[in-house]
């Protein structure tokens, strides 16, 4: 198994993200608990032309960060948790911010479709979405927050296909056979730039997938990214 295939699942209870050494809070204060949570989930990018760093924070919000002046990931664009702190915030355009930290998630792009070998070839293990502010669709990417069975011996892959209409993709997961143990909770990010461009429209991307109780689907709002 390519190990850029594979997703690690966090454990219920360690969602709090890792501070990197280069990373500094504005302060230390300890006793300051919002600082050790995400408040925003964005897309890492460079600027074409200059490789600037920035943060799109949704389709129309751009945060640009005085304190990191190089692509952390050496320019390659994923989705993340972040937490900021705005230095100067204005009612529209770019805004400056300082990141006390990232956190990346997995992110890729969606799978080849295999038509009816899907099933055998991605999986049909099951799994839950997990509905809150970061199981979302936004500048072009699907991301889910998800809970399944997971025993901390195998790794788990998720892979998303595109169904049958247009605006329809299929979540597949692949537990490698781990499907025993404690519900734990995991998150991942999809690019969706294989689906019909949706002209500046916006319309019902359904996303469906194999839960505990059967087949699921949910519905939510996209519009191709410009």
């Not at 072009?140 to 011996?153: D, H, K, P, Q, V």
Request: glycine share 6%; charged share 25%; with cysteine.
């Amino acid at each position: 198994m390519n190990k850029k295939n594979q997703l690690k699942l966090w454990m219920m209870g360690l969602f709090l993200a890792i501070v990197a050494p280069t990373l500094q809070s504005c302060d230390d204060d300890d006793d300051d608990y919002g600082r050790y949570m995400p408040n925003a989930l964005v897309t890492l990018k460079t600027q074409e032309g200059d490789d600037a760093f920035y943060l799109q924070l949704d389709d129309k919000t751009t945060l640009w960060p005085s304190n990191i002046k190089q692509h952390p990931y050496k320019g390659k664009e994923v989705r993340a948790l972040v937490n900021f702190t705005y230095e100067k915030q204005v009612n529209e355009g770019p805004q400056s911010v300082f990141v006390n930290w990232i956190d990346t998630i997995r992110t890729k792009p969606m799978a080849i479709d295999m038509g009816e070998e899907n099933d055998n070839t991605y999986g049909t293990d099951p799994l839950e979405l997990v509905k809150d502010w970061v199981t979302v669709v936004e500048d072009g990417y699907l991301t889910i927050r998800f809970r399944t069975l997971y025993t901390g011996n195998n790794v788990h892959v998720l892979n998303l296909v595109k169904g049958e209409k247009d605006y329809e993709v299929i979540l597949h997961h692949d537990a490698q056979g781990d499907t025993q143990g404690y519900m734990s909770v995991g998150m991942i990010a999809f690019r969706l730039d294989k689906l019909p461009d949706t002209e500046g429209e916006t319309v019902d991307l359904t996303v469906k997938w194999n839960s505990f109780s059967g087949e699921k689907s949910t519905t939510f709002k996209y519009c191709t990214r410009k």
